[in-house]
Every structure is written in structure tokens, then in C-alpha cells.
């Protein structure tokens, strides 16, 4: 009977070790996950070529300073007369000079074009955050109109990570149209689905929680969203969509993913919104 117990009390002893040790791991895991989610949730590339070696003829490259004192970069064409103009706010990796040929087939339908490398993103300073990239936005939008632009005759387009800052700037300030392109109801949401073993929502310092703005939004809003997206499923832009108020329209894109982003027909359809919005 004694050697038994002891056996026993030996087995005990070696799984509250592998349990204290595995719990060990985990925690380190999540500590590792903490200190390096900003790296896993924004890839910038800093090539910052000008315009013009991109095929861009006639485009400004300019630098505005932000609220906290950071340059950013700024890509800008002015619409023909009667025409409105388009902020663009890009998402988590590159920068707008991978973006160039979005930027010519809105220049091509005479809409203006203002497309803006975050700070840490192309030539622009600094490190990306949450409210940096918004600040920066609202740089970008302020200089706009310090050129004599409308606000009604403003467009704020986003894609992808870049939907949550311009649902943020289009809910504190006023615009023509909001166009979101594969957007999410937060980007907690997605990393959450993407780890489900780690307290996301309690270590994430970067959640952009549109679904908490969105029904702050005034401007007419279109929503487009690839039925096959793995990166930000459809459901997350059907619930943020549902969750808005006033003039909207859903595009589900059949059998499309998140590189619809970079399909010229998904622009189409975003310039033909906005023809129909800015000529009511």
C-alpha cells in the first residue's frame, strides 16, 4: 500500500509540472504576442519613389504636418472643374505608391485625389498606432479644405485596415460620401478570430472599433466586401453595414477575396457611387 501511495503522489507531482510548465509557455506566448502586436498588425515598406517613377505625371508630393508633430505624405491631383475629390486611406501594408493605379482611373474620371502614407508608411515619420494614423487622416482632411475644397464635395475612401480610420474621421467630421472596401465591425474582431487562444480584446492596444462609430456617420455610405474574403470575412462588413443609419448600400463581389482591393471593377463600382451621390 506504501508504494502505490507513493507512486501516486509521483504521478501527481509530474503532471502539476508539465500543467506549471505548459502555463509557462502559454504565458510567455501571450507576453511575446503583447510586445510585438503592433508589428504583427501594420507592414509598411518606406520606398516613398516619386510619383512620376510609379507612371503618376503631374501629381504633388507633399508633406503636412500632424497635431502631434509628425510629417506625413500626402499624393495629390485636383479634380477638373465640377468634380469631386477623393481622400484615400490605405491598408495595413505598403504604401500609396502601391496604390498608383487606383489613383490614375480616379484621376482618369476627373475626380481628384488625395492619397496619404500613414506615419511610419512610405516618406511619412513616426510609427503607426490607432490614433496616429487617425491624426494623420485628419491632417490630410484639413489641409484639403484649407485648398478651397467642400466638405460636400469630399469622398473618404478606405480599404481594408484603412476603413476603420476613415469610419473614425467620417463620424467626427463632415463628408460627401464614405466608401468602405472589405471594412470589419473592428480589428479586434479579426485578430480575435485569427488567435482565439489569446485574450485579444484585453491586450489589444489598436482595436479600431468601427462598429462603435459607424452610426455617427452622416455621409451616404457604400460598402463593398468579397463574398470568399479570408482576411476580414463577409460578415464582419455585413455587420458593421447593419449597423448603420441613413443612406447606404451593400456590394457583396461573388467568388471575389480581400485582393478585390486591387480589382480595377471594384473601383468602377466605387466611382459609380459617387457619380450618383455628388450629381442628386
Same mark, same amino acid.
Given at each position: 500500500?506504501?508504494?502505490?501511495?507513493?507512486?501516486?503522489?509521483?504521478?501527481?507531482?509530474?503532471?502539476?509540472?508539465?500543467?506549471?510548465?505548459?502555463?509557462?509557455?502559454?504565458?510567455?506566448?501571450?507576453?511575446?504576442?503583447?510586445?510585438?502586436?503592433?508589428?504583427l498588425?501594420?507592414?509598411?515598406?518606406?520606398r516613398?519613389?516619386?510619383?512620376?517613377?510609379?507612371?503618376?505625371?503631374g501629381?504633388?508630393?507633399?508633406?503636412?504636418?500632424?497635431s502631434?508633430?509628425?510629417?506625413?505624405?500626402?499624393?495629390?491631383?485636383?479634380?477638373t472643374? $465640377?468634380?469631386?475629390?477623393i /481622400?484615400?486611406?490605405?491598408?495595413? *501594408? !505598403?504604401?500609396?505608391a502601391?496604390? &498608383? +493605379?487606383?489613383?490614375? =482611373?480616379?484621376?482618369?474620371?476627373?475626380?481628384?485625389?488625395?492619397?496619404?502614407?500613414?506615419?511610419?508608411?512610405?516618406?511619412?515619420?513616426?510609427?503607426?498606432?490607432?490614433?496616429?494614423?487617425?491624426?494623420?487622416?485628419?491632417?490630410?482632411?484639413?489641409?484639403?479644405?484649407?485648398?478651397?475644397?467642400n466638405?460636400?464635395?469630399?469622398?473618404?475612401v478606405?480599404?481594408?485596415?484603412?476603413? $476603420?480610420?476613415?469610419?473614425? /474621421?467620417?463620424?467626427?467630421?463632415? *463628408? !460627401?460620401?464614405?466608401?468602405?472596401g &472589405? +471594412?470589419?465591425?473592428a =480589428?479586434?474582431?479579426?485578430?480575435?478570430?485569427?488567435?482565439?487562444?489569446?485574450?485579444v480584446?484585453?491586450?489589444?492596444?489598436?482595436?479600431?472599433?468601427?462598429?462603435?462609430?459607424?452610426?455617427?456617420?452622416?455621409?451616404?455610405?457604400?460598402?463593398?466586401?468579397?463574398?470568399?474574403?479570408?482576411v476580414?470575412?463577409?460578415?464582419?462588413?455585413?455587420?458593421?453595414?447593419?449597423?448603420?443609419? $441613413?443612406?447606404?448600400?451593400?456590394?457583396?463581389?461573388?467568388?471575389?477575396?480581400?485582393?478585390?482591393?486591387?480589382?480595377?471593377?471594384?473601383?468602377? =463600382?466605387?466611382?459609380?457611387?459617387l457619380?450618383?451621390?455628388?450629381?442628386?
Open positions: 500500500m506504501r508504494a502505490v501511495t507513493m507512486d501516486k503522489g509521483l504521478g501527481m507531482g509530474w503532471l502539476k509540472a508539465i500543467l506549471a510548465g505548459l502555463a509557462l509557455v502559454y504565458l510567455g506566448l501571450v507576453a511575446l504576442m503583447a510586445v510585438s502586436q503592433r508589428q498588425q501594420y507592414f509598411p515598406t518606406q516613398a519613389p516619386d510619383p512620376a517613377a510609379v507612371g503618376l505625371a501629381v504633388q508630393d507633399l508633406r503636412l504636418e500632424t502631434d508633430s509628425e510629417t506625413v505624405s500626402l499624393w495629390y491631383a485636383p479634380a472643374p $465640377g468634380r469631386p475629390t /481622400l484615400f486611406l490605405h491598408g495595413n *501594408a !505598403g504604401e500609396v502601391d496604390r &498608383a +493605379p487606383r489613383f490614375a =482611373a480616379y484621376r482618369a474620371a476627373g475626380f481628384g485625389a488625395a492619397f496619404l502614407s500613414y506615419r511610419g508608411y512610405g516618406a511619412s515619420s513616426g510609427s503607426p498606432t490607432e490614433a496616429g494614423l487617425f491624426q494623420d487622416a485628419r491632417a490630410a482632411y484639413y489641409w484639403l479644405l484649407a485648398q478651397g475644397i466638405a460636400a464635395d469630399l469622398a473618404i478606405g480599404e481594408s485596415l484603412g476603413t $476603420g480610420v476613415a469610419v473614425k /474621421l467620417a463620424a467626427s467630421v463632415p *463628408a !460627401g460620401a464614405l466608401v468602405l &472589405a +471594412p470589419f465591425s =480589428a479586434s474582431d479579426v485578430a480575435a478570430a485569427a488567435y482565439p487562444w489569446l485574450p480584446r484585453l491586450l489589444m492596444q489598436d482595436q479600431f472599433r468601427s462598429i462603435d462609430e459607424i452610426a455617427f456617420v452622416t455621409a451616404p455610405l457604400l460598402v463593398l466586401h468579397g463574398t470568399d474574403d479570408a476580414i470575412p463577409l460578415s464582419q462588413g455585413q455587420r458593421l453595414f447593419d449597423a448603420a443609419s $441613413g443612406d447606404k448600400t451593400f456590394i457583396a463581389l461573388p467568388d471575389a477575396g480581400h485582393e478585390v482591393l486591387f480589382d480595377p471593377a471594384l473601383w468602377a =463600382a466605387e466611382m459609380t457611387f457619380d450618383q451621390v455628388f450629381h442628386r
